[in-house]
């Protein structure tokens, strides 16, 4: 009797392992997820090591990432999304953040609706927003480009100034730290380009606002934040200590070759920075100058992009739930991506993890990522519109006539927003 | 007289020298920058230095280099054996066979030398998809081997060959293939070669097209890898230009290889009469 319920005992056992196998076999995830991305120093490899951290668990997924331009990429997905044609089009594409609106208004229907996917409260509030339409979140957040101020120690303690002295400070006592730092190193204290516009995305954002308001529409004459932004672009050019460059390789090269102080952009700049060798030990990170405005605070962001499921691909349930459990998810993926490649994400919760809180070389020891990671958290969320390449275009064909003081900057202001208008039809 | 006239030449000179240092420096720079780091780049470094090794070793161990450059070999040799065969029959055509709507049909097909490209975008790969050509290589051959500036440019040097070599040759009782493949094409050698020149650097210089119908790494040609590589937080400046470097080689191969029928074709006819 005993034995006979034994033998039942093991029939029913073996029964659950062998439905149970063959049930785990049936729902194993399979397909081919296809993702377009540009960089093949950053978001590439970055891809590549989420893809095998997917892969690992579930086996039978494979991926195919393309390698394209930015521009490459925007091209692409317009032909694509304009033609009405979804054979050509990945199941996953890279978008960058001033850019994200353009797309979801442009074609309404062709991107996934992850609101209820993924968990958004895990991510920096400013990320999500740009992502938002009509109150549906469309993108997967990813790298930041909050922003900070690189400075050259040796420059500043020559010029009789310590770390102290440059945190939370306004762009007034920028330029004036500016020209002390010109007077005792002959240095510039800043490189850019006179038709710039990052450093005014900078600006704005640390105040909360942009070239458009919440619902879109044009903002330029009345903008405060614009207004005082002209004003401290004006001052830092007539102060004179700027190092005008022109174009990417010459704003890098300035700061590579000792010939700035310090240079204002996003956390993505390490990179470059790091590149030169030679100045190991000599630079630190402040917080980002803020506008003499009401409002306005010392965090802003330059770039970024983020993550997009194509509602019409393929594989998207499946590109949905990798996202999901990579980016959304992995925390070890992070400190990852952070130590190979220098990526701050948006995932919050990731930022507790060793790799932010390791103290670097060559920023004198200072813990650069436990900085910006704080400094993520306080950059206002604004609405970056669908225009704000139209925008930066027009804001900077008046700029040689304020830089010369040939027109007030309210009626340069005023211009420019006609002009705005008139090539975007609001 | 003798004086001024060696002055002259003087300047001529101090000229040609100048237009050289200008058209030749680029060359320089792209082969100095292979050897220096991307940091060295930027600073703007003119000389050599002696990071071409790992420049190289960068470059073929990130990308499959071997296939892409089989890649756009592939698409340019079929693309320039196909324009030689279909656009010069058709120049042929338009040349030897008069019928009265030839100049309207003609003058039809330049019309769409006005046309810009981007207007034939998205028509082109609509039509693209439903022919299940998308993401291939048949796909970019096909679509350029009826090039017009080619029809154009091949019957203006027709144009010189004499119509009575045809004319002897039918009655003789050849063919018109026979006429066309064994008289035609062999005494239009030069011609022929200035149009191989000129699609061999269309086609290997070929960006928009390619960039649109091609959608996988396995099948990208060499100007859509370098395209991708310089956009960057952070681009491999002494990597990229190794990269153009070995792009711009088959180029300067085939165009002083051809060199003398270019100059020929582009001048006019070389038969002699």
């Known amino acids: 009797m005993l034995k006979r319920k034994f033998i039942i005992l093991v029939v029913v056992c073996l029964f659950l392992v062998v439905s149970s196998i063959t049930y785990a076999e049936s729902t194993e995830k399979s397909g081919e997820i296809t993702i377009w991305s540009w960089d093949p120093n950053f978001n590439i490899p970055i891809m590549q090591e989420a893809a095998e951290r997917y892969a690992k668990d579930n086996p039978k997924v494979t991926f195919?990432?393309?390698?394209?331009?930015?521009?490459?990429?925007?091209?692409?997905?317009?032909?694509?999304?304009?033609?009405?044609?979804?054979?050509?089009?990945?199941?996953?594409?890279?978008?960058?953040?001033?850019?994200?609106?353009?797309?979801?208004?442009?074609?309404?229907?062709?991107?996934?609706?992850?609101?209820?996917?993924?968990?958004?409260?895990?991510?920096?509030?400013?990320?999500?927003?740009?992502?938002?339409?009509?109150?549906?979140?469309?993108?997967?957040?990813?790298?930041?480009?909050?922003?900070?101020?690189?400075?050259?120690?040796?420059?500043?303690?020559?010029?009789?100034?310590?770390?102290?002295?440059?945190?939370?400070?306004?762009?007034?006592?920028?330029?004036?730290?500016?020209?002390?730092?010109k007077e005792k190193t002959g240095k510039a204290m800043i490189g850019f380009g006179l038709d710039d516009g990052g450093l005014m995305r900078i600006m704005m954002q640390s105040a909360g606002k942009w070239y458009f308001d919440d619902k879109g529409n044009v903002n330029l004459s009345n903008n405060d934040a614009l207004k005082e932004a002209f004003k401290t672009y004006k001052a830092i050019v007539d102060s004179g200590i700027i190092k005008k460059t022109s174009g990417w390789s010459e704003w890098v090269a300035a700061f590579n070759n000792g010939d700035t102080a310090s240079v204002?952009?996003?956390?993505?700049?390490?990179?470059?920075?790091?590149?030169?060798?030679?100045?190991?030990?000599?630079?630190?990170?402040?917080?980002?100058?803020?506008?003499?405005?009401?409002?306005?605070?010392?965090?802003?962001?330059?770039?970024?992009?983020?993550?997009?499921?194509?509602?019409?691909?393929?594989?998207?349930?499946?590109?949905?739930?990798?996202?999901?459990?990579?980016?959304?998810?992995?925390?070890?993926?992070?400190?990852?991506?952070?130590?190979?490649?220098?990526?701050?994400?948006?995932?919050?919760?990731?930022?507790?993890?060793?790799?932010?809180?390791?103290?670097?070389?060559?920023?004198?020891?200072?813990?650069?990522?436990?900085?910006?990671?704080?400094?993520?958290?306080?950059?206002?969320?604004?609405?970056?519109?669908?225009?704000?390449?139209?925008?930066?275009?027009?804001?900077?064909?008046?700029?040689?006539?304020?830089?010369?003081?040939?027109?007030?900057?309210?009626?340069?202001?005023?211009?420019?927003?006609?002009?705005?208008?008139?090539?975007?039809?609001? | 007289m003798k004086k001024n006239y060696s002055i002259n030449r003087i300047l001529v000179y101090v000229f040609l020298v100048f237009t050289f240092i200008v058209s030749v420096f680029p060359f320089y720079w792209m082969v100095a920058g292979m050897t220096n780091s991307a940091v060295d780049v930027i600073k703007g470094k003119m000389t050599f230095g002696n990071q071409m090794l790992s420049n190289i070793t960068t470059l073929f161990t990130t990308y499959n280099m071997v296939r892409i450059l089989l890649n756009s070999l592939k698409v340019t040799g079929f693309t320039v054996l196909g324009i030689l065969i279909v656009s010069s029959m058709a120049a042929y055509g338009f040349q030897i066979y008069s019928s009265p709507a030839r100049e309207k049909v003609y003058g039809l097909i330049i019309l769409f030398m006005m046309v810009p490209f981007i207007a034939l975008m998205i028509p082109l790969f609509r039509l693209i998809v439903k022919m299940h050509l998308l993401n291939t290589h048949s796909g970019l051959v096909l679509t350029s081997i009826a090039s017009v500036f080619i029809i154009f440019f091949l019957r203006q040097s027709f144009k010189a060959f004499p119509y009575e070599i045809i004319q002897a040759a039918r009655v003789d009782g050849a063919g018109e293939f026979r006429i066309f493949f064994s008289i035609f094409i062999p005494s239009m050698k030069s011609s022929y070669a200035a149009a191989a020149i000129y699609s061999f650097m269309a086609s290997w210089n070929a960006y928009l097209w390619p960039l649109i119908i091609l959608q996988t790494d396995k099948q990208k040609t060499v100007t859509l890898m370098i395209s991708s590589m310089s956009s960057a937080y952070f681009p491999e400046w002494g990597v990229i230009m190794t990269a153009i470097v070995i792009a711009t080689l088959p180029i300067i191969i085939v165009f002083f290889g051809f060199q003398k029928y270019f100059v020929q074709g582009m001048l006019g006819s070389s038969l002699k009469q």
Do not use: C
């Open chain 1, 64 to 181: 195919e990432i393309t390698e394209l331009a930015k521009a490459d990429v925007e091209q692409k997905l317009h032909i694509n999304l304009a033609s009405g044609v979804t054979a050509g089009l990945p199941d996953i594409v890279l978008i960058e953040d001033y850019n994200a609106q353009k797309y979801l208004q442009s074609y309404p229907g062709a991107f996934a609706d992850l609101t209820d996917k993924i968990k958004f409260s895990d991510f920096a509030n400013y990320k999500v927003g740009l992502m938002t339409l009509d109150g549906k979140v469309y993108g997967v957040p990813f790298d930041s480009g909050v922003s900070g101020l690189f400075y050259r120690t040796d420059y500043l303690e020559k010029a009789g100034y310590k770390s102290e002295d440059l945190n939370n400070i306004t762009w007034d006592k920028f330029i004036e730290i500016g020209k002390k730092v």
């Open chain 1, 264 to 426: 204002v952009t996003g956390v993505w700049i390490i990179g470059s920075v790091k590149a030169d060798k030679a100045s190991s030990g000599k630079w630190k990170v402040a917080t980002t100058p803020r506008l003499n405005i009401a409002g306005a605070v010392n965090a802003s962001n330059l770039g970024g992009s983020s993550w997009y499921v194509l509602e019409n691909s393929k594989n998207r349930d499946l590109a949905i739930d990798f996202l999901n459990q990579i980016y959304a998810g992995d925390i070890d993926f992070y400190q990852k991506i952070l130590m190979d490649r220098g990526a701050v994400g948006t995932y919050l919760p990731a930022q507790s993890g060793a790799a932010y809180s390791k103290e670097d070389e060559f920023f004198s020891g200072q813990k650069v990522y436990t900085d910006f990671s704080g400094w993520i958290k306080a950059i206002p969320t604004i609405n970056y519109g669908i225009y704000t390449y139209e925008a930066d275009a027009a804001i900077f064909t008046v700029m040689p006539d304020v830089y010369s003081g040939k027109i007030s900057i309210e009626d340069a202001l005023e211009k420019a927003e006609e002009q705005l208008k008139d090539q975007i039809n609001r």
